[in-house]
């Protein structure tokens, strides 16, 4: 089992910039390959990015590609979600999870999600 934490998100305007970290306890992050997705009210939820074991290969949806930037360090079990250039289609409330297999089609672990709010 795998307890994933997620920071807290905010209230931003767009253009801003918002870093998310996804805290795992009870096993090492080492062990899995980890995403980001987000669900916008009304909408279902969506993949945003995925990291590789060690970091070396990252995965990203093309609607934040060139503005996010996923990331990680293994020594202090986290995982990152650089947000830049922030827009209002963002918010949403963003899930870190993590997946026993990479490239991941099954995500294993779900943090419980924090909301990013980006206003115009």
């Known amino acids: 089992q795998v307890q994933l934490v997620e920071s807290e998100g905010g209230l931003v305007q767009a253009g801003d910039s918002l870093r998310l970290s996804c805290t795992a306890s009870?096993?090492?992050?080492?062990?899995?390959?980890m995403g980001w997705f987000r669900q916008a009210p009304g909408k279902e939820r969506e993949f945003v990015a995925a990291?590789?074991?060690?970091?070396?290969?990252?995965n990203y949806a093309d609607s934040v590609k060139g503005r996010f930037t996923i990331f990680r360090d293994n020594a202090k079990n986290t995982v990152y979600l650089q947000m830049n250039s922030l827009k209002p289609e963002d918010t949403a409330v963003y899930y870190c999870?993590?997946?026993?297999?990479?490239?991941?089609?099954?995500?294993?672990?779900w943090g419980q999600g924090t909301q990013v709010t980006v206003s115009s």
């Open positions: 999870a993590a997946s026993l297999n990479w490239p991941s089609n099954k995500y294993d672990y």
């Open positions: 009870a096993r090492p992050l080492r062990n899995f390959a």
């Open positions: 990291i590789g074991y060690v970091g070396r290969t990252t």
